[in-house]
């Protein structure tokens, strides 16, 4: 009786050790009978153009190392389109999620996904659909165009799908704090004040006692200085401050600040980029102080 038992014993362990080996041997990736796409890596710095078709169509271009949006050819934010760009060209597939045919929970029904496409010259060497991003913000829910499976990738590619304004580069003016010689401020009916370094690098001015520290910080500002949004049409009247910065390679940048406007913001515009912007009345009253003037604050 005894040996019956153990023999009985052997068998059932040796029955769940060859169910443990076939799993084994046909998992993949966590579920067993099903073979993920394989995708061939493209090389990633040879893709010149990425575009987004979803409730609004975008259109980004890369030459130089530096992407932009299309057709106005505004500067693009590189971290963005970069992040895209190397998803597209290695997509790394983490599972199968659904063959299930019901794609509006992920996100991917024809009226909430975006069909992102990349592009080698004419060509277009990459397709897919995106959907949302997983619970947990590792993966993101994906089909591929003539597949209506549902796939997981690594990465959050949603939250670098923006609408055209979001993707711009709102770096608007860059000069490296150290090379920053002289800077001169006009305003209309009044006379310039010229700021500059002297030889033991302590900003000083002919017009009145400079604060080095209030030059410098401003200076540091610049390096980049960031524009809170965009303006997009033309302001009536002349800028109210100009500020031209020299640098050490003989350079001038132009700065145009506007007065303030009613919703707290101040205009603004480098000569980097041609481009009207909406700066913070932090960095614009910061930039003006460092030439003497002063803003009165409100108590309370």
């Not at 060859?18 to 893709?47: C, H, M, W």
């Not at 030059?215 to 540091?220: D, G, L, Q, S, Y």
């Not at 390679?249 to 205009?267: F, H, M, V």
Request: charged letters at 25%; proline letters at 5%.
């Amino acid at each position: 009786m005894n040996k019956l038992k153990t023999y009985t014993e052997y068998i059932i362990l040796a029955a769940v050790a060859v169910v443990l080996l076939l799993y084994i041997i046909f998992r993949s990736t966590g579920d067993i009978n099903y073979k993920l796409p394989e995708l061939n890596a493209v090389d990633e710095q040879s893709i010149s153009r990425i575009t987004m078709e979803g409730q609004e169509t975008l259109d980004f271009s890369r030459t130089d190392g530096q992407w932009h949006i299309e057709p106005e050819g505004w500067i693009a934010e590189n971290g963005n389109l970069n992040a895209i760009s190397e998803a597209m060209a290695d997509p790394k597939i983490a599972d199968l999620i659904s063959t299930s045919g019901n794609p509006g929970i992920y996100s991917l029904d024809e009226t909430q996904r975006v069909l992102v496409k990349a592009w080698i010259g004419d060509d277009v060497v990459r397709e897919i659909y995106v959907g949302k991003v997983s619970n947990n913000g590792i993966y993101t829910y994906v089909m591929f165009p003539g597949d209506d499976n549902i796939y997981s990738v690594r990465g959050n590619l949603p939250s670098r799908v923006k609408d055209k304004d979001s993707m711009r580069d709102k770096r608007f003016i860059d000069i490296a704090r150290d090379k920053a010689l002289k800077m001169t401020l006009s305003t209309p009916g009044s006379s310039d004040i010229v700021l500059f370094k002297d030889p033991e690098d302590v900003w000083r001015s002919q017009n009145f006692e400079a604060d080095d520290d209030a030059v410098k910080a401003a200076v540091n500002m610049l390096n980049p200085l960031r524009c809170k949004d965009f303006l997009y049409a033309q302001l009536p009247q002349a800028p109210q401050w100009t500020i031209n910065i020299l640098d050490s390679d003989s350079k001038t940048t132009t700065l145009e600040i506007w007065p303030e406007t009613a919703e707290g913001i101040y205009p603004a515009r480098s000569s980097q980029n041609g481009y009207l912007v909406k700066i913070t009345p932090y960095a614009a009253e910061k930039l003006l102080e460092a030439f003497g003037i002063v803003f009165e604050k409100e108590n309370g």
